[in-house]
């Protein structure tokens, strides 16, 4: 088993930024992708970013590239996400998650454990 816990959320105002941080346990963190997605109440689960086991390959969603950055620490067994140039419609909460194989890292549905998620709100 793998457990992850998101923290850093919290309320921002348009323009500013959030540091999202993923805390992994249980097993070895550097095997994964790990991803970044989020829910918006009243919408489905959507891919945000994701990076490979060694850092050398990111993607992110259109609607953050330029944005977000997605990061790791192998060594910490840690992930984060930095939002900047936050905007209102960027409000959900977001989720950090794994999974060993590299197909379909856009499918939330692919992936093997999940965090518990944490609040963003971005106000005008």
């Known amino acids: 088993q793998m457990q992850l816990v998101e923290s850093g959320g919290g309320s921002a105002q348009a323009g500013g930024s959030l540091r999202l941080s993923c805390a992994a346990s249980?097993?070895?963190?550097?095997?994964?992708?790990m991803g970044w997605f989020r829910q918006a109440p009243g919408k489905e689960r959507e891919f945000v970013a994701v990076?490979?086991?060694?850092?050398?390959?990111?993607d992110y969603a259109d609607s953050v590239k330029g944005r977000f950055t997605i990061s790791r620490d192998n060594a910490k067994n840690t992930g984060s996400l930095q939002m900047s140039s936050l905007k209102p419609e960027d409000t959900a909460v977001y989720y950090c998650?794994?999974?060993?194989?590299?197909?379909?890292?856009?499918?939330?549905?692919?992936?093997?454990?999940w965090g518990q998620g944490t609040q963003v709100t971005v106000s005008s």
């Open positions: 998650a794994i999974k060993r194989t590299g197909e379909v890292l856009h499918d939330s549905s692919t992936y093997d454990y």
């Open positions: 249980g097993r070895i963190f550097s095997y994964y992708f």
């Open positions: 990076i490979n086991q060694d850092s050398d390959s990111t």
